[in-house]
């Protein structure tokens, strides 16, 4: 079973990265992917690998944004791809059958194309503005969950589904109500001034909502 709480890495340099993912970890997050937009290729290497020994002392799930054989040389956990990415079937070739492939998706037909590409997870989003990512896709909102979550479950699709996008502690119990199996934050625990209350905050209510 996964970690229903994804943090998903931030900061300009290498240094504000890492601050950033160790404080995740030091307050108790278990999964971590490493989200570094850079053209600086020595400081991605370099961040690769800081992240995956981190990761390893926490013994938390390693995943990699984008980069699929970044993810291959430091035999992290997998990879997460976005819809204009390298195929999942692709990755898969490059990465085998034992490491985790996560898809990105903005609609129905998108969670119905990641689950014909055979992804271990979806994450689905925004939920709402995020200044985290440029280009974002139409913002879904509760009601947007609620539809999509709704065709899913009709057309039995099984598969982890995380909700992504502007997320606060406000709004996990009504999305963890529209049937989505977990969340993925990033500004949310980055610019905590109280990460390990927000952390356990985050997993009872993740943990202890009740799907309808």
Known sequence: MYNKLQYISQGNTVEEQITNIRKALDNGCEWIQLRFKTQNTMDLFNLAESTKILCDVYSANYII?????LAQQFEADG?????TDMKISEARQILGDTKMIGGTANTFADIQQRFAEQCDYIGLGPFQYTDTKENLSPILGIE??????KKVKSKKIAIPIYAIGGITLENIEILMETGIYGIAVSSLITKSEKPKKLISQLNEKIYGSVTI
């Open 144 to 149: 947007g969950y609620r539809s999509i979550l």
């Open 65 to 69: 944004n984008d980069n699929v054989y």
């Open 79 to 83: 990879v997460h791809l976005g819809l």
